[in-house]
C-alpha cells in the first residue's frame, strides 16, 4: 500500500529536488503540486527536468488542495508553514523544509527571523545522536538546515565523545540554489560566474543558531560558534570546512578512531579512505555526506572537511530519509549515495 | 535470473556513467571492472561518486578478465576493442561504446581513424528508423558517438519524411566530458572556465561520417554534411542547432505533425511544448533526448534544437537502452527521463 | 585638450565596460553618469570594480544631466535613444551602443522592434567595407550589434570578393551578460551554470535583420541569413560559427589570401596562424576579433570561427574605436588587444 | 629612459599575468621571453591572449639568455631560482615570483620544501608594516604567496593594533590558475566544473609559514595559523575568510577605524563602504585588496573578507608593484585598480 503525497512549493528548487526524488521512490505516490505565483502553469514551465511530471498542473497551495494525503512536504518560505500544518490534521506527516520548526528556543526564533515561533517539531537529522529515536512514527519533521546539516555530522563525534574545545569554526562554500529561485541581482549568472563572495558574515547567517543548537546538545554544553557561508560559482554543493580547538591529549588515530565508530554503520554518511579529500561533485545528486579528518597539530586543532548536495541530502533527501522513518519504511528507501559526476 | 557484466575502462568518464547506471539497473549485476594505467587502484580513487563501488579494485583489461560474464561493455579508446571482442565468444553480448563498429564503410574507417577496419556491429540507435529491429537478441552492438545521437534525431523524421533537401549543417555546443579524462592542457579547467571555442572544424570531426551514415540511410540519398563543434564551459551536455533546407511546400504544421507522429511512443525522446526550448541542464544524467522544431522562413530552412548528455543517452545510457533489447529487457529497465536540476 | 564624455546608463553591463575603458583612455574625461532606477545610487553599489569611481553617485538619465558634455554614450534599453539625441544639440557626439539607430529599413524596425524608427546613424563597425569612412568627424554613431559585429566580420571578406554563395549561416555560442543585468529566471546562475540552451531561434532573434543589411551592402545582393544563439555558461565572449557556400573554383589558399588582405593593417581584427582556432578566453576584455578560416569540402562550404568580447568589441570597445575616429583621436587611443587569460 | 625587463617562465600563467601588465608599463621595455620545455615555440601558441607578443619566440631559460636585462622576472616553479639569480649579477634587478627567497627561518623551508635553503630576500608586500622602506633601490625582491597576500592584509593591521589575540584562521577559496598549468586530473575541466574541494587541509599547505611569519613579525610575538585553501570552480581570484579572537574592550568602531587608518592611503587596498562585501569578480584582473571588516560578537571573533586576483595582485601584479619601488619609479605605475566585470 503506497503512501499518497504532496508537494507544495513544487515550483522551487527544493521542490524540485523532492519530486525527482519522490519519482523513484517505491513507496510514495505522488499527489497534489502546489505553488504561490505559479499555481495554473504546467510544472514542465518551471522543472523541464521532470519529464514525467511536465503536464501536472500546479494547484494553489492551501490547505485544501493538500487535504488527502498522507504525507505532505512543505517547501515554503520561512513564516509559512505553522498555519498550514495546523489545518493539515494530526494524522497527516507534515514535512517542513523550511526553517519554521527548527529551533527550540522561541527567543532564537525571534531574534533570527522574527514573528511568532511556530513552535519545535522532531529534527530531521538522523545522524545527530539521539535523533532518529524521535524520528520513528513522528508526524511532524523539521528537515534541517543544509549548512548546519553537514556542519553538524562534521564535528558532532568530536564534541560528543569531548575530544575538543566548545569553540566551532565553519566556513561553507555553497552553490547558488541554496538562495533559491530568487530574483536577485547578486544571483544572476553573470555576476556569479567566475566570482567567491561572501554573505551573512559575522554571524549574521540565520543558519548560525541551529549549528549552536545542534552543537550544544551533542556536547552538553553551549558551544561557541563562528560560521561564514561563502558564494561559489556552481549551482549545488556544500563543502564545509569545520575546526575545534583540540583538548589535550587526542590525536588523529583517536579521532579517526572515534569517527569511524560513529559513522560506520550510517548508510549515508561516507569517510573517506585517509588521504581522499571531500569534493561536491562526488555527492552531486546523492543523499551522502562525504567526510574527511585530519589534525593540524601546529594551530592545535581538528579539522573536518565536509561535501554535501544541499539539494538532496542539505533539503529533500534528507526530508525523504528523515518520512522514511516516521512512515516505517527503510530509512534509505528511494535514495542514494552514487552521485552524478563528472 | 540476472545478468552479470563487466565494464572494461571502468577508471574513465564513459565507465563511471555506465556503473552509476548499472547500480540501479534491476536485471544487471555489477562483475569485473577493468583499466589501463589505473589497474590495481581502487576504483573510489577514480570515481569517488560510486561510493557503493569504492573498494572494487581495477583488474587489467584483458579478455581473461572480461571472460564469464553475461555481459562485456567496453569503454576503450578507439582501436582497442575489436581483438578483445573476438576472443570473448559469441554468446556473449559486447556493448562497444567506441568509435570502431560504428562506420559500414571501411574507406570511411580508414579515411577518418586510420588502421584497419574491425567491422559494422548493429548500430545502438533505436529511435533511427530500421535500428531497433536490429538490436532484439543482437550480440554485438556499436554504440553511436554521442553528437551523432543527438544530430541524427535531430533531422531524421525530416529527412525520412522527404520534407527537407539533402543538405545537413550542425553545430554542436558540448561539455568537456567528451573529451575523457585526458591530460590536455586545453582541458584544464583554468583554460575552459569562462571560454567558448571551436575544433574539429570544416569536417575534421571524426563524427562527420557518422552523421552523413546516418541521415544518408534514412534519407535514401547521400547527405552532404557541415558539422562543427564548440566546447563550452560545462562538464556534460551537448546541444545541438540543426538545420537543413526546406523542400518547397513545407510549413512548421507539417513539420510538427510530423515530428509528433515519429517521436510519441519513444520513450527518451521528449518534443518540448511549442514555446519552449531544449537546455541541457533538463537532461543531466537523463537518457532523455530534448527536442524543439521550428521554421525560419526568411532563410527557407528547418531548425531543430537538440539537448542531450553526451555521458548518459550520448554514451552510457545510450548503450544500456540498447542492451536491454538485445538482452531482452524492457528498452527502459534501469533508465530514467528525470535530469538533475539546477 | 581632452574631451569630457557622459554615460547613460552607467549601471549596466555595457556602461560599466564603458566606463572601464573610458578610465584608461588618454583624451577623454568622464563626466556625469546617469542612470534610470539606480539614479541617488553609488556607482560602487553597482559596479564594485570600477573603483576609481566607486563614490561618484548616479544622476537622472535626463537631456539636462547629458547636457554639457562632448561627447555622450547612450546604454538605454531600445527605444529611449531617439528622443535624448534629438535634445542634445547637433555639436554633441552621441553615441548609441543601443538598436535603435542600426537600421536602415524602417519596415525592419517595425517588424523586429516595433514602434517608429529613430531613424539610421553612421555604423560603427569601421572594419566594414565603407564604413570607417562615414565615421571620420561625424556627431552621429550606431554602435552594432553584439553578434553582427562578430558574424559580419566573419563573412564580409568572403561576400566581399564574391567568394561564396549569398546564403549565410551562423550560430552563436553567447556568454550571460548580451542579456543585461535583466532579473529574468532563465539568467540566474543557478539557471546557467552547467547548462548550454537555445533561444530566439528561427530567425527570431533581432540581431537577425542587421546580419543582412550588413552582408548584403558587401556582397552587393540580398543575402539569406539563418541566425542561432546559444546561451553558454560563461559571463563574456560570443564564438560565432559562420559558415556559407562557396562559389565553384574557390579554395582555401585563395580564401586565406583575400583574409589576410582585407585584415592586414587592421589593429583589432586577428587572423590567426594556420591550425590555431579562437576561443573567447584569448579575448576576454580585449577590443580583439580573433578569426580562423576553413573549407569543409565535403560539404562545400566556407567556415569561419569568430571570437570576441560581446561588452568590449561587441559594445563598449566598439563604441569607444568609432568615438576615436569622429573625435579625430588615433583609432587605437585607449584600447587594447591583450586579453585577460586564464 | 626606460628599463628592459626578461620573463622567464613566459608560457605559464604567472608569466603570462606579467607580460599582460608590462605591456601597458610606461617605463619598462619587454626582452627575452624563456621557457622550459615550451622553448623554441611562439608565444602565441601559449598565451594567445597576449596579441602584441604572439610571434614572440621562446628563448631557453638559461643565465644567458636572461643576461642583459635591467630587470628579470622569474615565474619559476620553486627550487629554481636561487641558481640562476646568483649568475645574473648584483646590478640586476631580479624579482622571484617563486617561494624560493621568502621564509625567513630556513628550517621552515627544509620542512615545507625541502632541499637547501636559498636565501631571504625582501618581501614583495608594500601594505605590510616596514616591507615597504626596504623595497626603494633593492636588487633582490621575494614575490609573495597568493594566498599570504590576502590573508596577511586582512589581519594585520589587527595584529599591529593588538586587537586581537594571536590565533589567526584562514579559509581561502581559491581558483584554479593558483595551480599552474600541471597536468593532473583534478585540474581538469570536467573535474573543476560544478565542485568546491579541499585540499592541503590541516595546515599542509606550503603557504602556512608565510602566513604565520608575516603575522608574527607584525604582532611582535608568535602567532598560531590555521589556514586551509578551498578549490572553486573558477580561474581566478582567491577569498579569504579571516579572524581571530577579539581582545576584550575592542569593539568594531575601533576595528574600522584602525583598518581606515592603516590603509587610507594604500593605492591598492580598498576598505569597502560598511554592508558592502567583496567579490573576486570585483577585482579580476586588478591590482586590488577589497576588504571588509565585521565583528562577530556571539563568538568572539574579528571576522575580515579579502578578495584578490591570485595573478594580478597575488603573483604579477605584486611583483610589479614592488619592482616599481625598487626602480624608483611610482608604485603604482603600469598597475590597476580596475577590474573586468561581470
Not at 514573528?115 to 520513528?136: C, I, Q, V
Not at 552543537?215 to 557561508?229: D, H, I, K, N, Y
Request: include cysteine; hydrophobic fraction near 45%; aromatic fraction near 6%.
Amino acid at each position: 500500500m503506497t503512501v499518497k503525497a504532496a508537494v507544495a512549493g513544487a515550483s522551487g528548487y527544493a521542490g524540485g529536488e523532492l519530486l525527482r526524488l519522490l519519482l523513484v521512490h517505491p513507496e510514495i505516490e505522488i499527489g497534489a503540486l502546489t505553488a504561490a505565483s505559479s499555481a495554473g502553469d504546467r510544472l514542465g514551465q518551471h522543472q523541464p527536468h521532470l519529464v514525467p511530471l511536465a503536464d501536472r498542473v500546479l494547484a494553489e497551495t492551501t490547505a485544501e488542495t493538500l487535504a488527502g494525503h498522507d504525507v505532505v512536504f512543505l517547501a515554503l518560505p520561512h513564516g509559512h508553514s505553522g498555519e498550514i500544518a495546523a489545518r493539515l490534521g494530526e494524522e497527516v506527516l507534515v514535512v517542513d523544509l523550511g526553517a519554521d520548526h527548527r529551533l527550540r528556543d522561541a527567543s532564537d526564533w525571534q531574534r533570527w527571523y522574527g514573528g511568532e515561533h511556530a513552535g519545535t517539531w522532531p529534527y530531521g537529522l538522523p545522524e545527530l545522536p539521539g535523533a532518529r529515536e524521535k524520528l520513528y512514527g513522528t508526524k511532524r519533521i523539521a528537515v534541517p538546515g543544509c549548512f548546519p546539516t553537514g556542519g553538524s555530522l562534521a564535528l558532532a563525534p568530536a564534541f560528543a565523545a569531548g575530544l575538543v574545545e566548545p569553540e566551532a569554526h565553519f566556513v561553507s562554500v555553497t552553490g547558488t540554489s541554496g538562495a533559491g529561485k530568487s530574483l536577485k541581482p547578486h544571483l544572476l549568472g553573470s555576476e556569479v560566474m567566475g566570482s567567491a563572495s561572501a554573505y551573512g558574515v559575522g554571524g549574521a547567517h540565520r543558519h548560525t543558531p541551529e549549528f549552536a543548537q545542534n552543537l550544544g546538545l551533542v556536547a552538553g554544553e553551549r558551544v561557541t560558534v563562528s560560521f561564514t557561508p561563502v558564494l561559489a560559482p556552481m549551482p549545488r554543493g556544500i563543502l564545509t570546512t569545520a575546526s575545534a580547538p583540540l583538548r589535550a591529549g587526542t590525536d588523529l588515530d583517536a579521532i579517526r578512531t572515534e569517527y569511524e565508530k560513529v559513522y560506520h554503520d550510517e548508510p549515508f554518511v561516507h569517510l573517506l579512505p585517509a588521504g581522499s579529500w571531500p569534493s561536491t561533485a562526488a555527492v552531486l545528486g546523492s543523499n551522502a555526506v562525504h567526510l574527511q579528518v585530519t589534525v593540524d597539530a601546529d594551530a592545535g586543532r581538528l579539522v573536518v572537511i565536509a561535501a554535501l548536495d544541499n539539494l538532496t541530502k542539505g533539503t529533500a533527501g534528507g526530508a525523504v530519509q528523515s518520512a522514511n522513518l516516521a512512515l516505517g519504511f527503510e530509512e534509505t528507501t528511494g535514495l542514494s549515495t552514487v552521485g552524478v559526476a563528472p
